[in-house]
């Protein structure tokens, strides 16, 4: 009955494993077909011979390292500016003593049931009369803005509990309110600002949406957008296509891969704080 219940658990566990991984191996499997060989319809079939070319042309043609600086530097700057927002936020709400603190933290809160898809056409107005489209500052205030609610969130439940005695140290001491933010609070927090780090990366470093519809410059397109470069009117290269999503995609999984347990251990915290 022990080992019946065991391989219960084991199987629970595998499901979603298998569903998890499968997208994955498909999209590389995909990338090292040939055209003929993705369009016959054999999803589950391994290529006859390992098209590699796929990948350099990927890397040439769709103007790789171009959409990647671009891509790396509009979710650099949103993550520096998110953490610095929402911490020192997070730091107020969590930390002080105020009449609206628990209003500010509604309002946040609320931000983060509202769908990005839902304020395009307002955005759109807003930057073409403040002359911000077309710029990469008309996606990174965006993401500043959609990534903030959570990462306040999470900072604001982990500052919560942090023991109130180490800042009435710091007071006496003669530290600034500045001084025990940047000195104290921040050091301590670690652990959750590499999960609004992480966090902030993923969600950002793939979207489309805004991205498609702010940009029109080909030189300030961000990494979804080589993907265009191998549709033309008559034909689609559907093997370079699979090779630049497997290249654009292996920066997140990289890093989630090796930073995952920061990212575990900075819910939990803020989890069990809050």
């Given at each position: 009955m022990q080992t019946f219940k065991k391989g219960i658990v084991y199987l629970l566990f595998a499901i979603p494993i298998v569903t998890q991984?499968?997208?994955?191996?498909?999209?590389?499997?995909?990338?090292?077909?040939?055209?003929e060989e993705i369009m016959d319809g054999s999803f589950f079939s391994f290529p006859k011979s390992f098209q590699w070319h796929n990948y350099?042309?990927?890397?040439?043609?769709?103007?790789?390292l171009k959409y990647l600086g671009n891509s790396v530097f509009v979710t650099g700057i949103t993550m520096v500016c998110v953490i610095v927002l929402s911490s020192m936020v997070a730091y107020a709400i969590s930390r002080f003593r105020w009449k609206y603190g628990g209003v500010?933290?509604?309002?946040?809160?609320?931000?983060?049931?509202?769908?990005?898809?839902?304020?395009l056409l307002p955005l759109m107005i807003i930057f073409k009369n403040i002359h911000v489209l077309n710029t990469h500052w008309s996606l990174i205030l965006p993401?500043?803005?959609?990534?903030?609610?959570?990462?306040?969130?999470?900072?604001?439940?982990?500052m919560r509990d942090i023991p109130h005695e180490i800042e009435e140290s710091a007071f006496i001491d003669g530290a600034s309110v500045y001084r025990i933010f940047t000195s104290?609070?921040?050091?301590?927090?670690?652990?959750?600002?590499?999960?609004?780090?992480?966090?902030?990366?993923?969600?950002?470093?793939n979207e489309y949406i805004l991205a498609a519809t702010f940009i029109s410059s080909e030189k300030?397109?961000?990494?979804?957008?080589?993907?265009?470069?191998?549709?033309?009117?008559?034909?689609v290269n559907y093997g370079n296509i699979g090779a630049f999503l497997v290249m654009g995609a292996l920066p997140v999984i990289l890093i989630y891969f090796f930073l995952s347990n920061r990212i575990t251990k900075g819910m939990v915290a803020g989890a069990v704080k809050g």
């Open positions: 991984l499968y997208p994955l191996l498909w999209l590389l499997l995909y990338s090292l077909k040939t055209n350099s042309e990927a890397y040439t043609s769709g103007n790789y500010v933290m509604t309002i946040f809160l609320m931000g983060m049931m509202i769908p990005m898809q839902a304020t993401y500043i803005a959609f990534s903030t609610p959570i990462a306040v969130f999470i900072l604001s439940g982990f104290i609070i921040l050091p301590v927090s670690v652990p959750p600002v590499m999960t609004v780090c992480i966090l902030t990366f993923i969600n950002i470093w300030l397109k961000t990494l979804p957008f080589g993907v265009y470069t191998f549709v033309s009117q008559y034909s």
